[in-house]
């Protein structure tokens, strides 16, 4: 079965940049549709980036600090954070879009706190 596996979750401290990743379990020819979502404590999980064959795109809040891409072999997403701060604080699941099905990570925590 088809897996996500996000990676590089952890404690960070404010001011510094972080990079999460999300590897899908089977290799696959076809660029499908992917996101990032991420749930602080408290709150509803939340749209933070997503990426397609020909466009990425980042919510407003977070443009300019956030940045999605894709490896060349098209099997794993990059989330690259900058300048956080604790109210980055959250859950951050990947997400594929199959158009018949749609899986989701595990989620990886990321605290950022001093």
């Known amino acids: 079965q088809l897996h996500l596996v996000e990676s590089g979750g952890g404690l960070v401290h404010p001011g510094e940049s972080h990079t999460l990743s999300c590897t899908m379990s089977?290799?696959?020819?076809?660029?499908?549709?992917m996101a990032w979502y991420r749930q602080p404590p408290g709150k509803q999980r939340e749209l933070v980036a997503e990426?397609?064959?020909?466009?990425?795109k980042v919510v407003d809040a977070l443009k300019g600090r956030f940045t999605i891409s894709r490896s060349s072999d098209k099997n794993t997403i990059y989330l690259k954070m900058n300048s956080l701060n604790p109210e980055d604080t959250a859950i951050y699941f990947c997400?594929?879009?199959?158009?018949?099905?749609?899986?989701w990570g595990q989620g990886t925590q990321v605290t950022v706190s001093s």
């Open positions: 990426i397609r064959e020909d466009n990425a």
């Open positions: 997400y594929l879009d199959l158009l018949s099905a749609d899986y």
């Open positions: 089977s290799p696959v020819r076809t660029i499908w549709p």
